[in-house]
């Protein structure tokens, strides 16, 4: 019985085409990431060379200069002196951080992705899931069928969680694709350094490790897919509780956009680490970047996103399967 409901939703998802716009989506904006990036790399040739240490090297008295400047906020000072630390043990050890390959584009694309691209593409799948079929009018035929409501639930729930998987996994396998083509397809061996502590301006390396980037991937996509599994659990307690597709949608929209402002702006509230907005980056642990405000780590990040789904999905159970919901 779950796996025709399972079958059911999915179907209906697709119907609605939405994956289709997802890959087109990304089908456009990679390329134009792609091509970016190409003209960086073009003009670091020109002005530096091929010598990659060079150019890592520029790059550190760059961030140095940033430090210099009394106008620089102490909050991205911050910032700029990890990177600086980071930037010299990758200069120490003989490893280039921005090798320019197919692989490192996918890696940093989806780094940069988590914290507002991959949570609207979640929502823009899951959002309206119930709300929909309320606008559409086909609530009524669901949940009179002799199928109790939580199975139901169950079943939007799980298609959910696959759509997800299905969106980390295209966007992976498009960035390196595309990227690829461009940079080449070799570098899934090359070494990347993760473990790096940060303590305020400092940073702790007696626990850095080299990985290869294959592993690095999988790590950093596993993340990034459970904090869009959290959104997906948000966004499917906002569908069960807005009757309206457009509420449902504008709602989880000015939560995701408003987490990204707080997470560049309120390091000085340290309350606001309690929100699951400002957790969603747990790739940046595996980089060894700041946290966006002092005392978070990726276990305290991963609690947050677990104790934020949890308690959404048993308001969308509680909801779902007491209240009703037919008028």
């Known amino acids: 019985m779950m796996v025709a409901l399972v079958r059911n939703e999915v179907i209906k998802m697709l119907k609605k085409k939405r994956i289709l716009v997802i890959v087109l989506i990304l089908g456009v904006l990679i390329p134009i990431f792609t091509y970016a990036r190409m003209v960086v790399a073009q003009n670091a040739l020109e002005k530096i060379g091929s010598d990659w240490r060079l150019e890592i090297q520029q790059q550190i008295t760059d961030y140095q200069n940033t430090l210099s400047s009394n106008r620089t906020p102490e909050e991205f000072k911050k910032w700029r002196r990890v990177a600086v630390q980071q930037l010299q043990y990758y200069l120490d050890h003989d490893v280039n951080p921005n090798s320019p390959n197919g692989v490192t584009f996918a890696r940093e694309f989806m780094s940069n992705s988590v914290t507002l691209f991959f949570p609207l593409l979640v929502m823009a799948v899951a959002s309206d899931i119930v709300s929909s079929e309320r606008s559409g009018g086909t609530i ?38 595309i990227s690829g083509a461009v940079f080449g397809y070799k570098g899934w061996t090359e070494p990347v350094f993760t473990g790096f502590q940060t303590v305020g301006a400092s940073v702790d390396t007696a626990n850095v490790h080299a990985v290869p980037q294959w592993l690095y991937m999988i790590m950093q996509s596993g993340l990034i897919w459970f904090s869009a599994l959290s959104v997906g659990c948000l966004a499917l307690m906002v569908s069960v509780l807005v009757r309206s597709t457009a509420a449902s949608i504008v709602t989880m929209m000015a939560v995701i956009i408003a987490g990204t402002i707080l997470t560049n702006m309120a390091s000085a509230w340290t309350s606001a680490k309690y929100l699951f907005m400002v957790n969603l980056n747990l790739a940046n642990y595996l980089q060894g970047s700041p946290p966006p405000i002092e005392g978070m780590n990726l276990m305290f990040s991963v609690t947050v996103l677990s104790v934020w789904s949890v308690a959404a999905l048993v308001i969308a159970y509680r909801v779902f399967t007491k209240q009703d919901i037919l008028n």
């Open 140 to 177: 009524k035929m669901l949940l009179t069928r002799p199928v109790r409501r939580w199975k139901i639930l169950t079943s939007k729930l799980i298609a959910t969680t696959l759509f997800i998987s299905l969106i980390v996994t295209i966007a992976a396998v498009m960035s390196y694709v």
